[in-house]
């Protein structure tokens, strides 16, 4: 299994795929099933059902998981830069 180099917190763009050329920060790793959550990007519609009676159900959006071979991380100045540049912290 390949490490993922991605983690909780950096800046990614996405290069293949619907949202391409959108950047956002990542808020997920999947390491195991090698996908990132990555926040505005690939954005779902879920249907929920009322709780209680009298009260309305609602559709809530929020971001779905994406492979990390689709994303590109990102310096703190919004350049591109490869795995092997990423700074060591």
Same mark, same amino acid.
């Given at each position: 299994?390949?490490k993922?180099?991605?983690?909780k917190?950096?800046m990614v763009a996405?290069?293949?795929?619907k949202?391409k050329? @959108?950047?956002g920060? =990542?808020?997920?790793?999947? %390491?195991?099933l090698?996908r990132? /959550?990555?926040?505005?990007?690939n !954005?779902? #519609? ?9 009260? @309305?159900?609602?559709? =809530?959006?929020?971001?779905? %998981?994406?492979?990390?071979?689709? /994303?590109?991380?990102?310096?703190? !100045?919004? #350049? ?6 990423r700074?060591?912290?």
């Open positions: 299994m390949v993922l180099l991605i983690k917190g950096d996405v290069i293949a795929g949202d050329g @959108k950047t920060k =990542v808020l997920q790793t999947f %390491p195991k090698n990132v /959550v990555v926040e505005g990007v !954005s779902s #519609k879920r249907h929920l059902r009322a709780r209680r009676s009298g009260e @309305k159900g609602q559709v =809530v959006e929020f971001s779905m %998981p994406i492979h990390a071979s689709n /994303v590109m991380l990102l310096d703190a !100045s919004g #350049k591109k830069i490869r795995h092997d540049d700074p060591k912290a």
